[in-house]
């Protein structure tokens, strides 16, 4: 992105956009969509740039996995595909992410006191880092199908490996570490990054979890029927609780813009209009079958 970023403003390009760069399953048994992220408070580690991670260079392991024949055939068949594998593309940068960061917690260096500022500074992506391991230990069930006080919010440690937790949150480290870079980068070049903040959350994932009763259950966001969508629209996703909202000052909204505001100079709204309203259609129901719910857009606009 940076390089598309350097070649767009050397033509001229004054912006610079992308689709929504947020964390999604993307090891399960599904397509993984930017406008049903995990979280979106989060980075997604599938779009992190391996050999700029000053691990990728230092420590001998990491750079004999990656020197190997199977890692380099690999990266030519998925460098040569004409299309993205987001599979084994992500199951081939967690091997050499997964080395790198073993070995950085095997030592005391000043990059593991930095990964460890942050993550008391954050605390909320030490959570999601709980929350991913724990779901790879549930072999990626529902979190709604979790015993009892995990999926009710509160994880101990027995509930997931301890190498995952590390893995997901040194991914969180490295993706806002580059995000904030790419950031900088293109200020030098005086081009606007735009990033791009979707409308909902994956149903199963940390930001549903997390905020509990702040989505309403049984209800799916989407669209009625239209000239072109005839039967209506269900875009599988929980909609916000407009009064849940209010009652906790529209805080995730706002952390949801200020994750993005951190590094984007313009931000698109997905859907804008659901500020003020939201199509939502009952579990079980076809999409024609849906009601609108209305929100306090003044309220967020503010």
Same mark, same amino acid.
């Given at each position: 992105?940076?390089?598309?970023?350097?070649?767009?403003? =050397?033509?001229?390009?004054?912006?610079?956009?992308?689709?929504?760069?947020?964390?999604?399953?993307?090891?399960?048994?599904?397509?993984?969509?930017?406008?049903?992220?995990?979280? $979106?408070?989060?980075?997604? @580690?599938?779009?992190?740039?391996?050999? $700029?991670?000053?691990? +990728?260079?230092?420590?001998?392991?990491?750079?004999?996995? *990656?020197?190997?024949?199977?890692?380099?055939? /690999?990266?030519?068949?998925?460098?040569?595909?004409?299309?993205?594998?987001?599979?084994?593309? *992500?199951?081939?940068?967690?091997?050499?992410? @997964?080395?790198?960061?073993?070995?950085?917690?095997?030592?005391?260096?000043?990059?593991?006191?930095?990964?460890?500022?942050?993550?008391?500074?954050?605390?909320?992506?030490?959570?999601?880092?709980?929350?991913?391991?724990?779901?790879? %230990?549930?072999?990626?069930?529902?979190?709604? +199908?979790?015993?009892?006080?995990?999926?009710? =919010?509160?994880?101990?440690? =027995?509930?997931?490996?301890?190498?995952?937790?590390?893995?997901?949150?040194?991914?969180?480290?490295?993706?806002?570490?580059?995000?904030?870079?790419?950031?900088?980068?293109?200020?030098?070049?005086?081009?606007?990054?735009?990033?791009?903040?979707? &409308?909902?959350?994956?149903?199963?994932?940390?930001?549903?979890?997390?905020?509990?009763?702040?989505?309403?259950?049984?209800?799916?966001?989407?669209? !009625? !029927?239209?000239?072109?969508?005839?039967?209506?629209?269900?875009?599988?996703?929980?909609?916000?609780?407009?009064?849940?909202?209010?009652?906790?000052?529209?805080?995730?909204?706002?952390?949801?813009? $200020?994750?993005? &505001? @951190?590094?984007? +100079?313009?931000?698109?709204?997905?859907?804008?209009?659901?500020?003020?309203?939201?199509?939502?259609? !009952? /579990?079980?129901?076809?999409?024609?079958? =849906?009601?609108?719910? %209305?929100?306090?857009?003044? @309220?967020?606009?503010?």
């Amino acid at each position: 992105l940076e390089a598309m970023l350097g070649w767009a403003g =050397g033509i001229g390009a004054r912006v610079m956009a992308t689709l929504p760069l947020l964390p999604a399953f993307i090891n399960r048994n599904e397509q993984p969509s930017p406008y049903r992220p995990l979280s $979106r408070l989060m980075d997604n @580690e599938f779009y992190i740039d391996i050999p $700029r991670v000053e691990e +990728s260079r230092r420590y001998p392991e990491v750079i004999k996995l *990656m020197g190997s024949d199977s890692f380099q055939n /690999e990266l030519t068949t998925l460098r040569t595909s004409s299309t993205v594998d987001y599979h084994r593309q *992500m199951s081939l940068k967690r091997k050499a992410l @997964e080395e790198m960061c073993r070995n950085l917690f095997s030592e005391g260096s000043s990059r593991l006191a930095d990964l460890l500022r942050f993550a008391e500074k954050n605390l909320l992506v030490e959570k999601y880092a709980c929350f991913r391991a724990t779901a790879e %230990r549930q072999r990626y069930l529902p979190w709604r +199908s979790w015993p009892g006080p995990a999926r009710d =919010g509160v994880l101990n440690e =027995g509930d997931y490996d301890e190498a995952v937790r590390r893995y997901h949150l040194y991914a969180q480290w490295l993706a806002r570490e580059q995000m904030r870079s790419l950031n900088e980068e293109a200020k030098k070049r005086d081009v606007a990054l735009y990033l791009d903040l979707p &409308l909902g959350v994956h149903p199963e994932g940390f930001d549903a979890w997390h905020e509990g009763d702040l989505f309403v259950p049984g209800l799916s966001a989407g669209a !009625p !029927p239209d000239a072109v969508f005839t039967a209506g629209q269900d875009w599988a996703f929980p909609p916000l609780h407009p009064e849940t909202s209010r009652t906790r000052g529209h805080r995730y909204f706002i952390q949801s813009l $200020r994750h993005h &505001l @951190e590094h984007a +100079s313009i931000l698109r709204i997905d859907h804008v209009m659901g500020l003020h309203r939201l199509f939502c259609i !009952p /579990e079980g129901m076809p999409a024609r079958e =849906g009601v609108y719910i %209305r929100y306090p857009a003044e @309220e967020y606009y503010a």
